[in-house]
């Protein structure tokens, strides 16, 4: 199980402990912000983007096929106004010297990523509350929403 913690620093800002990394997120200043990291939406962006790129990357080392130059953007264009459905786009950046098959193949694997999965196929979500500090014990109240 992966367990990621949100510390508030101050404001919006938020440390985020992962596997002992720290990962400093905040909204920017034009929401009230202090711009001092991404935002939750930009991060989902960046996890698209990368666990693509990975997963393509894990694929062609697999094949002994050389991606020097590899690179994969995705942008997220949420709902305005709640009532559309937030779209990615992603795109990779493919070196050169690559056959029409390897590029087909490698199109193939990358929607096969678990981020793209998840936000593809949706995700059941449950919350739960508790007073006490993250990684202590103490009961808690769970609500599951799908």
Known sequence: ??????LRRAGYTHDVQIDGHTVTVDEPTEVGGADEGPSPSRLLAAALASCTA????????????????????ATYDGPPGGSDSPRFEVTVHLPGG??????????????????HKVLSGGAEVSHAHTTAIPGTEAASSQDSIP
Request: charged share 25%.
């Open 54 to 73: 990975i997963t393509i990357e894990m694929y062609a080392d697999r094949k002994g096929w050389e991606l020097d130059g590899l690179a994969v953007s």
């Open 1 to 6: 199980m992966i367990e990621a913690v949100a």
């Open 98 to 115: 690559l056959s029409e098959e390897q590029t087909e193949r490698i199109m193939v694997i990358a929607a096969k990523c678990l981020v």
